[in-house]
């Protein structure tokens, strides 16, 4: 058997936490997955290219918020809401990040 990749240990690390924020933003766990993977994957994807000045979870959160946000305007939410949203889940991040 062999030794895990450094992505596959920060994804088991990070996974669960990015999944119970998703969900909290958008109240749908299978969309949640779904968007954490889709940032996962483009984050791996994009790794030798990406500049990310305050570190990689705090980055993982926020990409993670901002396809929260993307998911909810393709609901047709409110521009009002999606603002209150933005400020709930920016509050809700720097208590999962600290």
């Known amino acids: 058997m062999s030794e895990p990749s450094h992505f596959e240990l920060f994804y088991k690390k990070h996974h669960p936490s990015l999944v119970a924020y998703a969900i909290y933003l958008i ?10 993977n889709d940032v996962f994957v483009a984050v ?16 993982l959160f926020r990409s ?7 998911y909810h305007q393709k609901k047709i939410i409110p521009m009002h809401d999606i603002g209150s949203i933005e400020k709930e889940s920016t509050e809700k991040t720097d208590d999962l990040i600290h």
């Open 27 to 36: 109240g749908s766990k299978e969309d949640a997955i779904e968007i954490v």
């Open 44 to 59: 791996w994807n994009k790794k030798e290219t990406l500049n990310i000045g305050d570190g990689l979870k705090p980055y």
């Open 64 to 70: 993670v918020k901002n396809k929260c946000i993307n």
